[in-house]
Each structure stands twice: as structure tokens, then as C-alpha cells.
């Protein structure tokens, strides 16, 4: 088959098979034709030394280690798929290693400064009521700003205190969550989100301002902003509420296995990180506290 024919045929495999959101679609796909520069010959000269040789002038050109094994899932992904297709005699992907990422520690708020972020939020506008319920909503749910930019209005439970969420790999999960997001989420959906409606607006439950759906770029600023009102508070977006919220949930007495549904890790090791984080701010608190720390 041709280059074009054979990215377009993997482009709809990790679409309508895998799953994929279209975000990971564009960096596979971004990755697959890099790939395909470096290799410049037909699909069956694409061997083991390929992969390596390709990594390896990246690695020189100072790509970042999490940048280089994203790649090489990527690699590994698509050597599995031409093999299945017949395109390749043998898989060399099965041959590729990855580089080993660091896994640096999260910033997160402190319980103290998370109750500041929200008390911040305040006032009866639109903007102002929806700007609330958002913060409150991620830090109580700890849920991703994709999960909470595809919130419809049907998916809150108000009676059970629950959200019905879809995560990676459209994987239906459901949140609990508090009084304090419940009232937030009261205010805006009785008091602002009525005024921003338009034809379009569907069944969104966050709204901009000309009232289509948000976007994560409009709750990125949204987060930021209330971020910057707090002294001493970390500059983070929505995933730091989120990591803060798992933080939180573990020094509160939360098992792992629970926070690893709530998060909808598909893994432990995803949620294991915030044991790390836990024990690192208790060795700074005993560092700081203890005579003879």
C-alpha cells in the first residue's frame, strides 16, 4: 500500500477500534509520519534498526524522555497494526524498548490553601456563579477538564450526590460529591446558566459565555485566575485541583483502590504517586517541626 493509504488506515484503527480521543489520534498519527520521513521506503524495509536509528537521532536532538516513550508506544502500536494488516512479514516493535520516564512529584495545594481557592470564588454574575461551581466541582470530584468539559446536565445526580462521568477509553465511571459543589452547582444552573442559553447550547452543562459548550482552554484561565487570588498558592490548572483532591483524599484516610476508581486510573501505579506526595509534605512538615529533624 501507499504511505498516505497505509497513516489514513491507522488513523481510523486507533479512531473506530481503539478508541482514541482525537487529541491521541493527532500525536500518533504526527508520530507515524515522522516515522515514515525517516524510514523513506516502502512499509516493508521497517525493521528494528528503523526504530532505533529513529529514536536515537530524536534522543541527539534533546526530545524530552517522556517525548521519546510516547514515541516509542506509538512505534510499537503501529509495527503491531501493519503486522496484523500483512504489511510486515514480523512485528519489530516487539524488539523496542522505552526509555524509563522520571515520575517528578505533583504541586498541590494544602488543604488550608484548597478552602482559600474556594471561598475566592464569589459573587452572583454568570460568570462568577460558573466560575464556582467549576472549581468546586474539580476539586471535589477530582475528575479531568476533558470529563468536566463533556458534563451535560442529565449526568448530575442530585439526589445521590453523584456524577456520571466518561473517561479515557469512553469509560463510564460515577463521582460522588459534596454539599459545597452541590450548592455551586444549584446556583449556576438556576441563576447563571439560564441567562447564557442559546439555540446551540444543548445539554452542556458548563457554558462560555456566547453559550456553547466550554472548553478546557476557557477552565484552564478559570482555575489560574482563582489560583492567583490566594498568597502562597501554587500556579497549577485543573490538574493540580485534581491531584490535590487525590492528595487530600489519602491523607484523610481514603484507601488507594478507592481513589484509584474515583480517578478512574486504569492502573494503581497511576494513583500510587500520591502516597509519594503525602509522604514528602509529612518528611517537610517533621523537617521543619522536629528538634532533632
Keep these: 500500500m501507499e504511505r498516505d493509504e497505509v497513516v489514513e488506515a491507522f488513523g481510523r484503527y486507533l479512531r473506530l477500534e481503539r478508541d482514541l480521543s482525537p487529541h491521541t489520534v493527532r500525536a500518533y498519527l504526527v508520530d507515524v509520519n515522522s516515522l515514515l520521513d525517516h524510514l523513506n521506503g516502502p512499509i516493508e524495509d521497517l525493521d528494528i534498526g528503523v526504530l532505533r536509528k529513529w529514536l536515537a537521532e530524536q534522543h ?11 514515541r516509542a508506544a506509538c512505534a510499537r502500536t ?26 517528578e512529584l505533583p ?35 477530582g475528575i479531568r477538564v476533558s470529563e468536566l468539559c463533556g458534563l451535560d446536565v442529565d449526568d448530575v445526580d442530585r439526589d445521590r450526590h453523584v456524577i456520571r462521568v466518561l473517561g479515557k477509553g469512553r469509560k463510564e465511571r460515577s463521582v460522588p460529591f459534596g ?39 476557557t477552565v484552564r484561565r478559570v482555575v489560574h485566575a482563582r489560583l492567583a487570588q490566594v498568597d502562597g498558592a501554587p500556579d497549577m490548572g485543573p490538574h493540580g485541583l485534581r491531584h490535590s483532591a487525590a492528595t487530600h483524599l489519602l491523607e484523610g484516610g481514603a484507601d488507594l483502590r478507592s481513589v ?14 500520591y502516597t509519594h506526595v503525602s509522604i514528602e509534605r509529612l518528611r517537610a512538615a517533621y523537617k521543619q517541626a522536629h528538634p532533632r529533624a
Design 260 to 273: 484509584q476508581e474515583l480517578l478512574g486510573h486504569a492502573s494503581l501505579n497511576s494513583t500510587q504517586i
Design 107 to 141: 504541586s498541590v495545594l494544602d488543604q488550608e490553601q484548597a478552602r482559600e481557592v474556594l471561598d475566592a470564588a464569589s459573587g452572583t454574575e454568570p460568570k462568577e456563579l460558573r466560575d464556582r461551581a467549576i472549581v468546586e466541582l474539580l476539586y471535589a470530584t
Design 60 to 70: 541527539q536532538a534533546g526530545k524530552a524522555r517522556t517525548t521519546l516513550a510516547r
Design 179 to 217: 454539599l459545597p459543589a452541590l450548592r455551586a452547582l444549584d446556583r449556576w444552573c438556576i441563576h447563571g446558566r439560564p441567562l447564557w442559553m442559546r439555540a446551540g447550547s444543548g445539554a452542556a452543562l458548563f457554558l462560555g459565555a456566547r453559550g456553547g459548550r466550554i472548553d478546557a482552554g
Design 78 to 103: 503501529f509495527t503491531a497494526y501493519c503486522h496484523r494488516q500483512g504489511w510486515l512479514p514480523t512485528d519489530p516493535g516487539l524488539l523496542l524498548g522505552s526509555a524509563k520516564t522520571r515520575r
